[in-house]
């Protein structure tokens, strides 16, 4: 899992850095640059709630219900994936995992190293938006992990066992929300925000819900782990788009 914490972070920061280094968004002042992008992502995500329309109201309520509902269902839904686990949905999963681990980073300096070669501004632009948006979101996961301190499905203590603010936790009890889900949706979501095409968006969406699926058949999330890290994903991937392209409206 990209966790982004301790050196990790660090490390996804220096990542970042080298990444975006020539970058004509990052000019023409380089880090102060990036760090201003950081800063103004961050300001229009935790800012959006308060220009909702009703649309936008609708939905956040009917994620609010689902999300209460896979709560409340936590442990019935683990039972069912537990005894549903076989050798064929556990290589399913060997697949779809990477999706939500390095592989992201990959496929985003890819398309970078790609406008950078066709001169394809779009292309480098979509590189540099995704790894903003994983780092964010990444953040905004690892600082939810031990804020809440919820036991992961396999250290058998129950859906709704929390040790908030424990600073020096194992890996048991850092599962809501899932990382691996909040970095397939971010990704997903710049992707697909930027080539709205459908047979872009629609299979970017797909791998991403089966790197969330997949957290559930390992038995590492529940079910309102990987709901809560897609919609972080998502949420900060469509900002993140929606400011650049507003930014600069000939980029869409």
Not at 13 to 40: C, K
Not at 221 to 248: C, M, N, P, W
Request: aromatic share 14%.
């Amino acid at each position: 899992m990209i966790s982004c914490k301790g050196a990790k972070f660090f490390t996804c920061l220096v990542t970042l850095m080298g990444f975006i280094q020539n970058s004509s968004l990052a000019q023409p002042s380089g880090f102060d640059q990036v760090i201003i992008d950081f800063y103004q992502d961050s300001k229009s995500a935790a800012t959006s709630p308060f220009h909702w329309q009703k649309k936008d109201r609708i939905i956040a309520l009917s994620f609010l219900a689902a999300t209460s509902i896979a709560f409340a269902t936590d442990e019935e839904s683990q039972k069912i994936f537990e005894r549903n686990r076989t050798d064929f949905s556990n290589r399913a999963a060997d697949f779809f995992r990477p999706l939500g681990d390095k592989l992201p980073f990959w496929v985003l300096g890819g398309m970078y190293a790609t406008g950078l070669v066709l001169k394809d501004q779009k292309a480098k632009d979509t590189g540099y938006l995704g790894l903003r948006a994983i780092v964010i979101t990444q953040g905004i996961t690892t600082g939810l992990k031990y804020s809440l301190g919820r036991a992961r499905p396999f250290a058998e203590r129950g859906a709704y066992y929390f040790k908030g603010f424990d600073f020096s936790p194992s890996d048991f009890s850092l599962s809501l929300p899932s990382g691996h889900a909040t970095t397939a949706f971010a990704f997903a979501s710049v992707v697909a925000h930027q080539y709205p095409r459908w047979w872009v968006k629609y299979p970017v969406y797909l791998l991403a819900a089966g790197v969330a699926w997949s957290r559930l058949n390992d038995n590492v999330h529940f079910t309102s782990d990987v709901l809560i890290g897609g919609a972080i994903g998502y949420f900060v991937g469509e900002k993140i788009v929606h400011r650049h392209q507003k930014k600069h409206p000939n980029s869409r």
